[in-house]
């Protein structure tokens, strides 16, 4: 059993900063792939930035320029640096990871969430 926990969340204004961290913990041969999500009210969630275990990134188009991800494989932590928010980047923020169990099965694993709000 894997389980993800979330810091970082927060209110910031239009045009600041915030770091989004996300650790694993639990049983687990090796995390793979991480990323991060997120779901505005009244709408689905959808992909914000992910990671591969090598270090491969991907990004929705509407982050790429002010968000970036990372990872550190020692301490099964990703990483969301988002800059220059805007307001409809308010969210909630979730992180999400595969990983491969002992008896070498993938499993993914969803985090609470964390809500980000932008004021304008």
């Known amino acids: 059993q894997v389980q993800l926990v979330e810091s970082g969340g927060g209110l910031v204004q239009a045009g600041g900063s915030l770091r989004l961290s996300c650790s694993a913990s639990?049983?687990?041969?090796?995390?793979?792939?991480m990323g991060w999500y997120r779901q505005a009210p009244g709408k689905q969630r959808e992909l914000v930035a992910t990671?591969?275990?090598?270090?491969?990134?991907n990004y929705a188009d509407s982050v790429k320029g002010r968000f970036t991800i990372s990872r550190d494989n020692a301490k099964n932590t990703v990483y969301l640096q988002m800059n220059s928010l805007k307001p409809e980047d308010t969210a909630v923020y979730y992180c999400?990871?595969?990983?491969?169990?002992?008896?070498?099965?993938?499993?993914?694993?969803w985090g609470q969430g964390t809500l980000v709000t932008v004021s304008s």
């Open positions: 999400n990871a595969g990983y491969t169990t002992w008896t070498s099965r993938y499993r993914e694993v």
């Open positions: 639990g049983s687990f041969f090796t995390i793979n792939g």
């Open positions: 990671i591969t275990s090598g270090g491969s990134t």
